[in-house]
């Protein structure tokens, strides 16, 4: 029998409790040996659930408890996450977590005092929830070598701008809707600021480059500035807007940001809906590959932190993550990176003066606003645009765009 331990009795914790409740059998099973979780670490108490006989108040009751092999770590937040998971891995026991700003600020770190001690650092569900991604990376597209990662990350912003593109919305009403149903915070920030999204990049980044990617060099630009307007002409481009996390590797740059994008309405993300998280990722070899499903939500993320925990147990005294190094890669200046761009300027007739700074540009006209000029740029650099764009001081907004 393996004992194991979980800090933290909140959704994903209560999650990991259920699910083994649930599947114990074909947990085991898949595990080749019995799991059972000993000890379940919370300030409070739960009078009435049976999870109470296992509730602790000290983590050092499991820190020194020999019998405890693998800790999941499901409480999120830096401190005292970090502490409480170096200290266990120092101790020899394997942790499995579901804490993306743990990950993404000392995962480097934690990965190495695991393989020193030859135990396992897990965090399949700190990227995409329930989708398998981080495992893929580290096993299934060794061969390949990954030239470009983007995907939907984020559902609360996913569904906002699901919904404000299909009900014609503006962004303060969907996102009332999307706070009442539970998809976002009471603060929203950490969503529809981009900083999640920025997060889960630079774990993935880290992964597929196999250094460490620190998430404070990535650009990132929230969805707060997209109006109905901005759906509006994207629809009349046949395209749509999504907040993607990407990763592309140029020659020898790699080039690292969280944005809104127009992607063609062809292009694979966009049919990804609602609460859905997608990730597609381009390998040198294998060529496209998405991964898709949902990407939070209590149950979906306790399965990805299960299957860690499987995982673990069936490599006992084995470390099997060793990609990411400690070593840190320097971003390419996202000034350098190419893109159009979709723009907006107050005020209708400025189509002479826009063709006389950008050149070859595609004018885009809808009813509902007669009183703007928008266009769309040929390729070029951030920097060129921001040289170019210096030269009208009626922008209303610019949205980088994957239009051919």
Same mark, same amino acid.
């Given at each position: 029998?393996?004992?194991?331990?979980?800090? =933290?009795?909140?959704?994903?914790?209560? =999650?990991?409790?259920?699910?083994?409740?649930?599947?114990?059998?074909?947990?085991?099973?898949?595990?080749?040996? $019995?799991?059972?979780?000993?000890?379940?670490?919370?300030?409070?108490?739960?009078?009435?659930?049976?999870?109470?006989?296992?509730?602790?108040?000290?983590?050092?009751?499991?820190?020194?408890?020999? $019998?405890?092999?693998?800790?999941?770590?499901?409480?999120?937040?830096?401190?005292?996450?970090?502490?409480?998971?170096?200290?266990?891995?120092?101790?020899?026991?394997?942790?499995?977590?579901?804490?993306?700003?743990?990950?993404?600020?000392?995962?480097?770190?934690?990965?190495?005092?695991?393989?020193?001690?030859?135990?396992?650092?897990?965090?399949?569900?700190?990227?995409?929830?329930?989708?398998?991604?981080?495992?893929?990376?580290?096993?299934?597209?060794?061969?390949?070598?990954?030239?470009?990662?983007?995907?939907?990350?984020?559902?609360?912003?996913?569904?906002?701008?699901?919904?404000?593109?299909?009900?014609?919305?503006?962004?303060?009403?969907?996102?009332?809707?999307?706070?009442?149903?539970?998809?976002?915070?009471?603060?929203?920030?950490?969503?529809?600021?981009?900083?999640?999204?920025?997060?889960?990049?630079?774990? %993935?980044?880290? %992964?597929?480059?196999?250094?460490?990617?620190?998430?404070?060099?990535?650009?990132?630009?929230?969805?707060?500035?997209?109006?109905?307007?901005?759906?509006?002409?994207?629809?009349?481009?046949?395209?749509?807007?999504?907040?993607?996390?990407?990763?592309?590797?140029?020659?020898?740059?790699?080039?690292?940001?969280?944005?809104?994008?127009?992607?063609?309405?062809?292009?694979?993300?966009?049919?990804?809906? $609602?609460?859905?998280?997608?990730?597609?990722?381009?390998?040198?070899?294998?060529?496209?590959?998405?991964?898709?499903?949902?990407?939070?939500?209590?149950?979906?993320?306790?399965?990805?932190?299960?299957?860690?925990?499987?995982?673990?147990?069936?490599?006992?005294?084995?470390?099997?993550?060793?990609?990411?190094?400690?070593?840190?890669?320097? %971003?390419?200046?996202?000034?350098?990176?190419?893109?159009?761009?979709?723009?907006?300027?107050?005020?209708?007739?400025?189509?002479?003066?826009?063709?006389?700074?950008?050149?070859?540009?595609?004018?885009?006209?809808?009813?509902?606003?007669?009183?703007?000029?928008?266009?769309?740029?040929?390729?070029?650099?951030?920097?060129?645009?921001?040289?170019?764009?210096?030269?009208?001081?009626?922008?209303?907004?610019?949205?980088?765009?994957?239009?051919?």
């Amino acid at each position: 029998m393996v004992n194991i331990a979980v800090l =933290g009795y909140g959704t994903v914790g209560s =999650g990991v409790v259920e699910v083994f409740n649930t599947n114990q059998e074909s947990i085991n099973k898949r595990a080749g040996q $019995d799991i059972n979780i000993k000890y379940v670490l919370d300030l409070r108490d739960f009078e009435g659930d049976p999870v109470q006989q296992k509730i602790v108040h000290d983590y050092n009751i499991i820190l020194n408890d020999d $019998d405890i092999q693998i800790v999941v770590e499901v409480m999120g937040g830096v401190e005292p996450a970090y502490t409480f998971v170096k200290s266990a891995l120092e101790k020899g026991k394997s942790v499995c977590t579901s804490n993306k700003e743990l990950v993404a600020r000392h995962g480097a770190e934690l990965l190495e005092i695991a393989k020193q001690n030859h135990i396992n650092f897990l965090f399949e569900a700190s990227v995409g929830g329930g989708i398998p991604i981080i495992r893929p990376l580290n096993n299934s597209l060794t061969a390949d070598e990954i030239t470009d990662i983007k995907g939907i990350l984020n559902g609360t912003t996913n569904y906002i701008l699901s919904k404000m593109s299909r009900e014609g919305l503006d962004f303060e009403t969907v996102l009332k809707d999307a706070q009442e149903k539970g998809y976002a915070e009471r603060n929203p920030e950490a969503d529809v600021e981009g900083f999640d999204a920025c997060r889960k990049i630079a774990i %993935l980044s880290s %992964l597929a480059y196999g250094m460490q990617v620190d998430f404070e060099d990535i650009l990132t630009e929230g969805i707060t500035n997209i109006t109905k307007a901005d759906i509006a002409y994207a629809k009349k481009l046949k395209s749509g807007i999504k907040l993607i996390g990407s990763s592309k590797k140029v020659g020898e740059n790699i080039y690292a940001i969280v944005a809104p994008m127009m992607l063609p309405e062809s292009h694979p993300l966009m049919g990804v809906n $609602d609460v859905f998280n997608a990730i597609f990722v381009k390998g040198n070899v294998l060529g496209d590959v998405m991964f898709y499903g949902q990407g939070a939500g209590k149950l979906p993320t306790a399965s990805a932190v299960v299957s860690d925990v499987v995982d673990a147990v069936k490599h006992l005294g084995t470390n099997i993550m060793s990609i990411w190094c400690t070593e840190k890669l320097e %971003l390419a200046d996202i000034k350098d990176s190419e893109n159009r761009y979709f723009v907006r300027l107050s005020g209708a007739g400025q189509e002479e003066a826009v063709k006389a700074v950008f050149g070859d540009v595609q004018f885009v006209h809808i009813e509902e606003v007669p009183d703007e000029t928008a266009f769309l740029t040929p390729v070029m650099t951030e920097r060129e645009y921001d040289e170019k764009i210096a030269g009208f001081d009626t922008v209303m907004n610019r949205i980088r765009a994957e239009l051919n």
